[in-house]
Nanobody, 121 residues
Framework: QVQLVESGGGLVQPGESLRLSCAAS????????MRWYRQAPGKERELVAA???????DYADSVKGRFTISRDNAKNTVYLQMNSLKPEDTAVYYC???????????????WGQGTQVTVSS
């Protein structure tokens, strides 16, 4: 069984930083792309950042220059460093990954449980 577990959310003031982590565990054969999504109250879930196995990254326009996605393949972990946070960044942040579990021929999409990020003065 494969699981994604996020950590690092919390309450911060505008301009401050947070670092989210998401660790994949279980019977994993390989992990392809890893992503962070977020969903604010009353809004649809949106893609924030994505990173390939080789480290190529892409970002939503709203977070470019402020957020950095990275991964540690040896630890099956993806990170999201969030700097210069704004109130509009308030949302539940979800980790998502394309994972091939051991003994499976194809990969599947897995989601974490989400972690709340609140930016407020």
């Amino acid at each position: 069984q494969v699981q994604l577990v996020e950590s690092g959310g919390g309450l911060v003031q505008p301009g401050e930083s947070l670092r989210l982590s998401c660790a994949a565990s279980g019977s994993i054969s390989s992990i392809n792309d890893m992503r962070w999504y977020r969903q604010a109250p009353g809004k649809e879930r949106e893609l924030v950042a994505a990173i390939t196995t080789g480290g190529r990254s892409d970002y939503a326009d709203s977070v470019k220059g402020r957020f950095t996605i990275s991964r540690d393949n040896a630890k099956n972990t993806v990170y999201l460093q969030m700097n210069s946070l704004k109130p509009e960044d308030t949302a539940v942040y979800y980790c998502n990954a394309d994972i091939r579990a051991r003994y499976f021929l194809s990969s599947n999409d897995y989601w974490g449980q989400g972690t709340q990020v609140t930016v407020s003065s």
